[in-house]
């Protein structure tokens, strides 16, 4: 079995607020932290009122702060956001307090709407085309400083800062490969070119100084509990978010009902399964199953699983049986 890492995109439940959700992923961050997890990854999302992550190096800053030896990363930094300089500046800071443990993964989505994407870079001339070019020059900013070098990124330059490329398409697995850097695949939202993703990562990588041989990271939804019934229950809540995403209707996460699916009409089932990407959610024997085939047929090299789940000790508990259902898996291999 592959190590596993916890994407949180600290959600605002229905009745709370932004404080409640990072109050909750510092607890949460504690909890997976002592049950073995590798990494803990927080997103970045802007103009989306059911995540509270949108500024997630400071997000990262509170979970590291509250943490001590798990990997704190973001899961990821939508670089076309942002100039590399700052990128580098704020992970090189993060690293500084936290030596040894800071994840960097970088995408080239918006991670939000055109109207929001122009609001934060006041321009939208900043193409994702650039994305491979502004990569290189963010890896530029942690190396140590030349003699006679008049920018350096302080703190950053030096830093460990382990970077990473996100995708969701070939591109990423293209760039990653031909970078020689571990390579993270959003199939917990869009798994259709996964396993094609991974068989160009695979046979195009380039080592590096950063990493030898390939590693690729792929994410899934896990919701565990008790019985099959009662983790479908737990559920409902992310499959009604995504219902009010694709509906144009975007909320807090809210709580969670009984047979939402059976209720649904086709097109509203459709839209879900258009959105839902990869999955496993039932008792500790179907996550168990679930995940040790999910790894069979991937290869994958480590798991990042995410769950949004309406009640926070409810989520807590899912991750502990879904831990325990996985130490289990691995016992018997």
Do not use: C
């Not at 990423?172 to 869009?190: D, K, N, Q, T, V």
């Not at 209720?263 to 399964?273: F, W």
């Amino acid at each position: 079995m592959v190590p596993l890492s916890v994407l949180d995109l600290a959600p605002v439940a229905d009745g709370s607020t932004p404080g409640d959700a990072l109050r909750n992923a510092v607890d949460l961050a504690r909890h997976v932290e002592a049950l073995g997890f590798r990494r803990f990854w927080m997103a970045e999302h802007h103009n989306m009122p059911g995540i509270a992550s949108a500024a997630t190096a400071v997000a990262l800053a509170h979970v590291a702060a509250g943490t001590r030896t798990i990997r704190i990363g973001a899961g990821g930094v939508m670089l076309p956001n942002h100039a590399p300089l700052v990128i580098a500046e704020q992970f090189g800071t993060l690293a500084a307090l936290h030596p040894g443990r800071i994840d960097l993964g970088l995408g080239r989505a918006p991670g939000t709407d055109p109207r929001t994407a122009w609001a934060l870079r006041r321009t939208l001339a900043s193409d994702a085309d650039n994305f491979p070019q502004d990569v290189v020059e963010l890896l530029g900013w942690f190396r140590p400083p030349e003699p006679g070098q008049a920018v350096v990124a302080t703190p950053g330059a030096g830093e460990q800062v382990e970077v990473w490329i996100l995708g969701s398409s070939t591109f990423g697995a293209e760039l990653a490969a031909a970078l020689g850097l571990p390579y993270a695949f959003a199939s917990h939202f869009a798994p259709a070119q996964m396993m094609q993703a991974l068989a160009l990562y695979r046979e195009r990588f380039r080592p590096s100084e950063y990493l030898a041989k390939p590693h690729a990271m792929l994410g899934l939804h896990v919701v565990a509990a008790e019985s099959d019934a009662e983790a479908r229950y737990l559920f409902s809540s992310h499959l009604q978010a995504l219902l009010n995403r694709r509906l144009g209707r975007p909320g807090k996460l809210p709580p969670p009902v009984e047979d939402f699916t059976v209720r649904l009409d086709p097109q509203a089932r459709a839209a879900i399964e258009a959105s839902l990407g990869i999955a496993v959610v039932g008792g500790p024997e179907t996550v168990r199953a679930g995940l040790a085939e999910f790894v069979a047929r991937t290869g994958a090299d480590e798991l990042i699983v995410t769950a949004q789940i309406f009640d926070h000790e409810a989520r807590k508990r899912s991750y502990g049986i879904l831990a325990r259902a996985y130490a289990r898996a691995e016992a018997a291999a």
